[in-house]
């Protein structure tokens, strides 16, 4: 009979682990988006700092939303901070190519270009070929004012669907422009332009 009760309470342990980590998981996630949805980031850093927190989510995943919440109150001091803390961790694979993308994508919209060249000389060491491809030819069109990849994007802009069209119209525009075919850039702008109204009236 003790033996039994034994190796039922055992499995009520292993089993009851993994389940009582979902249902905190799941409770601390609606907070965590209740934080960001109302923008209460004071609130956000409490629900971080909670034990059962830390008990229930990675350091990654702690620091990731740290990063989120910076990144949404436009706190840059803060954002170069959490992208350095998590470039301080030991990545998988996906959570590097995470960083790297984000990184490259944030630097690159506010024109930082000393830590946009730190995740573009990263992403040379990421596995996935597409990613690494994307980033070049936001890099080569963006900061080195090229238009290395014109006729690649040509190609794609041939065989793209509708939602797809305004995103390479606008690179068109941009890579005619800095090979000074201020013609072919006007017309690719006046395409992405129109395309971005139609999306704004749905």
């Known amino acids: 009979?003790?033996?039994?009760?034994?190796?039922?309470?055992?499995?009520?342990?292993?089993?009851?682990?993994?389940?009582?980590?979902?249902l905190l998981k799941k409770r601390y996630q609606n907070k965590i988006y209740a934080c960001f949805?109302?923008?209460?980031?004071?609130?956000?850093?409490?629900?971080?700092?909670?034990?059962?927190?830390?008990?229930?989510?990675?350091?990654?995943n702690i620091e990731y939303c740290r990063l989120n919440g910076a990144i949404m109150r436009d706190d840059r001091k803060?954002?170069?901070?959490?992208?350095?803390?998590?470039?301080?961790m030991k990545l998988?694979?996906?959570?590097?190519?995470?960083?790297?993308?984000?990184g490259f994508n944030y630097y690159l919209s506010v024109n930082?270009?000393?830590?946009?060249?730190k995740f573009y000389k990263l992403s040379k060491s990421l596995k996935n070929e597409e990613i690494k491809k994307?980033?070049?030819?936001?890099?080569n069109i963006l900061f080195e004012k090229g238009y290395t990849?014109?006729?690649?994007?040509?190609?794609?802009?041939?065989?793209?669907?509708?939602?797809e069209k305004y995103i390479n119209e606008y690179l068109l525009s941009i890579m005619y422009k800095n090979k000074g075919d201020h013609e072919r850039s006007k017309h690719f702008?006046?395409?992405a332009k129109a395309h971005e109204r139609e999306f704004a009236e749905k």
């Open 37 to 60: 949805k109302h923008r209460d980031y004071e609130g956000l850093e409490n629900i971080l700092n909670n034990k059962m927190v830390k008990f229930t989510f990675t350091p990654f």
């Open 78 to 88: 803060a954002v170069n901070k959490q992208f350095d803390a998590l470039l301080d």
């Open 149 to 163: 990849y014109l006729d690649d994007i040509l190609q794609l802009y041939e065989n793209c669907t509708e939602e």
């Open 189 to 191: 702008e006046e395409l």
């Open 92 to 102: 998988n694979e996906h959570q590097k190519q995470d960083v790297c993308l984000n």
């Open 1 to 22: 009979m003790k033996t039994e009760i034994l190796v039922a309470f055992m499995i009520l342990l292993i089993v009851g682990q993994p389940v009582a980590q979902f």
């Open 134 to 139: 994307n980033i070049d030819i936001s890099y």
């Open 112 to 117: 930082d270009q000393k830590r946009t060249d």
